[in-house]
């Protein structure tokens, strides 16, 4: 298989995306970024939920230590923000393979009670344990040298900006290898058939906390890079809120395609962004007719819009 | 001695036994088929040689190893590989990638995580093979729910040979495929490698007298006896208890 | 001993509660094998109905809880045969999105009704008081809970095992396909179910609204401890249900009295702990 060249297309578009609204909005890089670290954070949501078929509603659990342990980290080990990537990915792993442990027995509405108690948990210890983490005050005081040495945070958020787009680049390019491997296929098995996928000897059930701990190291990844950026890490980190809307976004873009994620990301954040600005209030009714509409009318998501579009075309 | 050995099997659920001493040899090379009116306890049977229910007591050995304790994926990996009645195949997948699972995870690669499922050439060479196998090359691309039935049935078979398992268990290989596509469930199971040890489970007399060498007919969880195809036609038990009922 | 035994009434109490909102998602959970996150806006619907109708119409209680909770009825059934008939057929991620998508539909229209504040009921003096047992004195509107909750238990009861509507409902449940072939109209049996969980639901968000004030987010923030009423009882059960909802009632009664700081978090735990050792919630099936 040569690697063939229209499989870049995509990847340029957002790439050239990128430089075009950073030059479009310089005063917006702050929503941008956001924007950029929530594509992390549904990127891994993708691989849990789009490959493996694992329903969760906790997915918050593993941004949320990731963006705990990467503020801790900044401010009692080192303040460099690659290693507090590093420490975020780990502390996101963690959870997840300890909480995978305990989840990927369940299914259906267990597994979603079991993900959402878990993040619950965690968004409670959180709080009471103050003296750590500022409980609900958030914690504060995270300050960041610069990345690699060289490029210093600035207040417009230029650094913020680039670094966030870079980490959102390799972690997409890292899942699509991933998705592409007997790893990534296997995720796929699991979710068309897990009774078969025990039936030719692959042991589903450490699988699955397998493929969840890989995806809370990504979580815990899009949650530093939250903590470093904002400087800020709050309880809202954990949200049941956070969890669901990060699914919302992944099914508005479409399931078990990558790109999914990033126009889900981008197209919910930049409406929720303009209908907040007008009515913070009534924002419940466009996102309410919004995930209805997309659960009826484009289940496959907005990736599976060209296909369905097809579909008519040969009339079928 | 090698192959399947299945000694004094037994299983009730609360009152109810389903499996009674059942005791049979399976070979290398062999064609056996076990046959019995519906609730005779075959799949029940087979669901305890693959380690899906553990048996009340009993025995059941591998090559002379006891397989007590062992669950399905490990039996799997020890060398007994069973098809599905229904159809339970990755049905979004192709019929390539469905293959290429059974592949794969057959040689424990499903944890690489960074190369690519198709980059691997030995891999890709008994994938092409097996489909080559099963005539199924032509429809290689093709998600496997666009496929007939009868289709459906092959790649099944395809992907349990996959597994390179010793012990091959078809349960109801022909189930819900048309008779006018029989003959392509025949052809494929006469094409199974010749050292392999067969068991099906069938209803359709007419495929069992086919394929099978020797049939062992189960009725009530227990044996009621064991032959070739022109005993068993000849078995005045078996007549009545089996054929007379089923085929009067 | 005071203090278990206040945890206790309490307990049972916010148990009955929880099992009069839950049981109704829990039965059609079970019968229609759908994951409803949106059934605690019936609760509040009921809730926020008595407080239009006494607060600001001036209605008396009963009567503004009665025209209350037949409204959610009325509303539900409708409900149920043009959004949730699509519903039961899709995948379980969009069960879960569409649910969500009505529930924000449910908190949007409250909060553009009434607004976003607290919408306090009013309950009739009677029943503020305290009942004096004799060897004990109980807050009257905790006693009535209690007494209305199990009343409901009764009741259903009867329903489910003495009717002609309770077998149809049980077989239903069991398996769908065969009720249907049976000749039951499950179509009929959906939505009469429906509407009564919804009217169920609406009941325990008015008695409740004192332990569960109502307010336009209700739905979002007591949509986990419903789910898990329904997880730990086991889908379809109405016995689960009510065990369930006092276990977890006396138990969030208990973590509040003993260990204040730590409520959340051990209560959590304990959940946690039951379903990965019961998966399939405390009883299976009704």
Redesign the interface.
């Known amino acids: 298989m040569s690697p063939n060249p229209r499989r870049l297309v995509p990847d340029l578009v957002i790439l050239a995306a990128a430089v075009g609204l950073f030059f479009v909005f310089p005063y917006d890089l702050a929503f941008l970024t956001r924007i950029l670290i929530m594509v992390v954070f549904v990127l891994s949501l993708d691989l849990v939920l789009g490959y493996a078929g694992i329903a969760t509603l906790g997915h918050a659990a593993m941004y949320g230590t990731g963006a705990y342990a990467a503020g801790l980290f900044a401010i009692h080990v080192s303040a460099d923000p690659l290693l507090g990537l590093a420490a975020g990915a780990v502390a996101g792993a963690a959870i997840a393979a300890v909480s995978g442990l305990i989840m990927m027995r369940a299914h259906g509405l267990t597994l979603l009670m079991l993900s959402i108690a878990v993040a619950q948990v965690l968004q409670e210890v959180a709080n009471k344990a103050r003296p750590v983490t500022g409980g609900a005050d958030g914690l504060r005081g995270i300050r960041m040298e610069p990345v690699l040495g060289i490029w210093e945070f600035d207040f417009i958020g230029r650094t913020g900006y680039w670094y966030a787009f870079t980490v959102m680049a390799l972690v997409l390019v890292m899942l699509k290898v991933v998705v592409a491997s007997p790893f990534g296929l296997s995720a796929r098995g699991i979710h068309e058939s897990p009774a078969r996928m025990r039936a030719i000897g692959t042991p589903v059930y450490a699988r699955l906390v397998a493929i969840y701990t890989l995806a809370g190291g990504i979580a815990g990844v899009a949650g530093a890079l939250a903590a470093q950026v904002t400087s800020l890490v709050s309880l809202e980190v954990y949200s049941f809120e956070h969890s669901a809307e990060a699914v919302i976004m992944l099914v508005l873009g479409g399931t078990g395609r990558l790109y999914g994620a990033v126009l889900g990301v981008a197209l919910f954040m930049t409406v929720e962004h303009l209908a907040a600005a007008v009515d913070p209030f009534n924002w419940l009714f466009i996102i309410g007719a919004l995930v209805l509409g997309v659960v009826f009318f484009v289940p496959a998501g907005l990736m599976g819009v060209p296909g369905a579009l097809a579909r008519l075309g040969r009339g079928r | 001695m090698s192959g399947l050995e299945v000694n004094g099997l037994n299983k009730s659920f609360g009152g109810l036994t389903v499996c009674k001493d059942v005791t049979f040899e399976l070979g290398p090379g062999d064609r056996k088929a076990l046959i019995g009116p519906n609730g005779a306890g075959k799949t029940t049977l087979a669901n305890l040689i693959t380690g899906i229910a553990p048996p009340s007591s009993g025995t059941i050995r591998l090559d002379g190893r006891d397989l007590r304790g062992l669950r399905e994926p490990q039996r799997v990996r020890a060398g007994i590989a069973k098809t599905f009645q229904i159809t339970t195949l990755f049905k979004r997948l192709t019929v390539r990638e469905n293959i290429r699972l059974g592949v794969s995870e057959r040689k424990r690669q499903g944890l690489k995580l960074l190369r690519r499922a198709d980059g691997d050439r030995a891999t890709e060479a008994e994938v092409a093979e097996l489909m080559h196998q099963f005539r199924l090359t032509r429809h290689a691309d093709t998600t496997v729910e666009n496929l007939a039935y009868g289709q459906q049935r092959l790649i099944e078979m395809a992907l349990t040979l996959a597994l390179h398992p010793r012990i091959l268990i078809l349960d109801e290989p022909a189930a819900g495929v048309p008779t006018s596509e029989n003959h392509l469930i025949v052809e494929a199971i006469e094409r199974l490698p010749k050292d392999l040890a067969v068991l099906i489970i069938e209803h359709d007399m007419q495929l069992v007298f086919k394929v099978a060498r020797s049939i062992i007919v189960l009725v009530n969880g227990a044996i009621l006896t064991e032959g070739t195809p022109r005993e068993i036609s000849r078995d005045r038990q078996v007549r009545d208890l089996y054929l007379g009922a089923g085929h009067g | 001993m005071g203090t278990i035994l206040n945890i206790l009434v309490d307990g049972v109490a916010y148990g009955m509660i929880l099992f009069m909102i839950s049981v109704g998602l829990s039965v059609t959970?079970g019968l229609m094998r759908v994951?409803n996150l949106a059934h605690g806006g019936f609760a509040m619907l009921g809730g926020a109905f008595v407080h239009y109708f006494g607060a600001v119409l001036g209605l008396p209680f009963v009567a503004a809880a009665a025209v209350a909770i037949a409204l959610v009825v009325l509303l539900s059934v409708p409900m149920e045969r043009v959004l949730y008939r699509?519903i039961y057929r899709?995948g379980?991620?969009?069960q879960?999105?569409?649910t969500?998508?009505?529930?924000?539909?449910m908190?949007?229209s409250v909060?553009?009704w009434l607004g976003?504040s607290l919408l306090p009921i009013r309950l009739p003096d009677s029943w503020t008081g305290i009942v004096d047992l004799g060897f004990r004195s109980l807050p009257m509107h905790r006693l009535i809970v209690i007494c209305v909750g199990l009343a409901i238990m009764a009741a259903l009861y009867l329903l489910v095992e003495g009717t002609r509507f309770g077998i149809r409902l049980r077989a239903a449940v069991d398996n769908r396909a065969t009720a249907s072939a049976l000749g039951i109209d499950t179509g009929r049996v959906f939505a009469l179910t429906f509407g009564l969980g919804a009217g169920l639901a609406a009941l325990g968000g008015i008695l409740g609204a004192e332990l569960l004030p109502i307010d336009a987010y209700y739905p979002?923030r007591y949509?986990?401890l419903f789910?898990?009423v329904?997880?730990v009882g086991g889908?379809g059960s109405i016995a689960g249900s009510f065990l369930a909802a006092l276990a977890l009632g006396i138990l969030q009664q208990a973590v509040l009295y003993l260990v204040p700081?730590?409520g959340?978090?051990f209560f959590?735990?304990c959940?946690?702990a039951l379903?990965?050792l019961r998966?399939?919630?405390l009883s299976g099936r009704v």
Request: net charge negative; charged share 5%.
């Open positions: 959970m994951i699509s899709m379980e991620l969009q879960v999105l569409a969500i998508g009505i529930t924000f539909l908190i949007a909060n553009l976003s979002l949509m986990v789910l898990i329904v997880a889908m700081d730590f959340t978090i959590f735990c959940v946690i379903l990965a998966p399939q919630g």
